[in-house]
């Protein structure tokens, strides 16, 4: 690893592509997914009704649960976020 690689990993700004397993949330709630189960065509506008700012998965992970689970709820057809994250990676392993 380099001296750069080191820095950015520590200052957690490593790429996506240094991790092969990593999904983007663009890939896993793409449009096809988000029409399905909702009223958006985006996760980007899907997480703007909210009025979430959400770049990354870190991102969600700092949303209160109780908050995102409300509008997961509201705003798509699973009881909260944990049930959408998880068909979303079925499905997205199943492509």
Known sequence: MSFDELLMDLQG???IQDDPNHV???DLF????????????????FVEKGNFQVQTQEDINNIPDELFDRHVARETDFADWKSMLDTATKEHANK
């Open 30 to 45: 793409n449009e096809t997914f988000m029409s399905k189960h909702s009223s958006f065509n985006s996760f980007g506008a």
């Open 24 to 26: 983007s949330l663009d």
């Open 13 to 15: 700004q490593r790429t």
